[in-house]
């Protein structure tokens, strides 16, 4: 059937309406006329696979990747990269106008310095495939494999290693994972990139294997790789892929990234933003618009391994930075020696649990939570320690505006600025600059 398109949902997909319902149709946009199927999926919802677009948006480009539209890792690569900006803009504003009752100016959202090969880590799955060894994606909403030698938004040095990897397991007879034999070794490589082109690569392993002969010819074949891991992760249903024991096979410890003059330390299961010179734009803009004070003590909570910590601590008294995974405070602890900063002091442990036994009052707070957001023990104790000045980036629109209804009963919001950390994505990140009332 013939379908109007009236708007864009959470997932970058267009919405029309079949007796009254919404039918989400992924690659369309709002504006256009399509020609659809319509299928009920697995929760009952209609959804639309295009067989002709009839009237285009004027917005709609021809997407760069040769497999787009298969796999759903990008889904807005078929619109233009300034109206994907107005999308993210208008995905923010419709939260807040859902949870809040005052009208929020909303910025522009910042666009990110490169449009495709931004991603500074991969984690893929390997498959034994027609007999080889590939590396690839999943047919979007299945876990069907489909093969891949380079992806439009990965870093060209990622695919690169990875293809390296794929050769000398070939040669060297080590399988990937089969997922119906259940046999095999390597389930997934996990990389990452720094700012020099320096590569540290993990196997994700679904059972151990001697890998010394690869590691010591993998090192040789690519002169960027400085860091080697592997982790066993036997289970087909956790998706946590690094989240077993770590076993170091070649290498540095840490993989340095480098900020700005500020130095971070990452191990495979460290959290980092994925998009590294956006990255930069981020932290760069929490210093611009935090107004910061040299007499202040700031709390940075969910602080990972220092980032957000490292940039302020320069223009304040004092930075108490909490993390509840050890490892990241650890490296935290480490990279302060190196970027000469005494007055950050990283701790491990929960947020309020940590705050209540250090007794401490705090000028400034900054979050950088989970997509899950705050949770409600986080914000009544906010609401209660009511710091001079808030300071939260978000990377889920949704979960920040139910915080922010919560929170705005202390604080007005001065200033929400959007930042584009994932183009060709749907995924948005933002600023929120608060002061109390």
Known sequence: MKLEILKVGNDGEGIGYYNNRPVFVYYAYKGEIVDVNITKNKRGAYEGTINKIIKPSLHRVEPKCPFYGKVGTTNLMHISYEEQLRYKKDFVKFHFDKNLKEDILIEDTIKSPNEFEYRNKI?????????????????????????????????????EAANDALLLMDKLNIEGYDDQKRSGYVKNFSIRVNEKGEIQFTFVLDKDIDLTKLVSELVIANKNIVSIYKTINDSRTNRDLLGGKLIKLYGEKYLKMTLNHNVFLLTPDSFFQINTKQ?????????????????????????????????????????????????????????????????????????????????????????????????????????????????????????????????????????????????????????TFMSRK
Not at 130 to 146: A, V, W
């Open 123 to 159: 984690t893929v799955p390997v498959r034994l495939y027609k007999g080889k060894n590939k590396m690839g994606l999943y047919l979007r909403n299945t876990n069907i494999f489909f093969p891949i030698r380079h992806y439009i938004i990965h870093q060209p040095e990622l695919d």
């Open 279 to 431: 990255a930069e734009t981020l932290f760069n803009t929490i210093i611009k618009y935090g107004n910061f004070k040299a007499d202040e003590v700031v709390l940075d909570a969910y602080s990972g391994v220092g980032t957000i910590g490292t940039y302020i601590s320069p223009f304040v008294k004092e930075v108490v930075a909490i993390e509840i995974v050890s490892k990241a405070v650890e490296a935290n602890i480490e990279a302060n020696k190196i970027n000469l900063r005494t007055n950050l002091i990283p701790l491990v442990g929960d947020v309020v649990e940590m705050v209540s036994k250090l007794n401490r009052k705090f000028d400034v707070m900054v979050f950088d939570p989970p997509r899950e957001g705050l949770k409600e023990e986080v914000l009544k104790f906010i609401l209660k320690q009511a710091p001079k000045r808030i300071i939260y980036t978000s990377c889920n629109p949704e979960t920040l505006g139910t915080d922010l209804k919560v929170l705005t009963k202390k604080y007005k919001i001065d200033k929400v600025i959007p930042l584009d950390m994932f183009p060709q994505t749907s995924h948005t990140e933002s600023i």
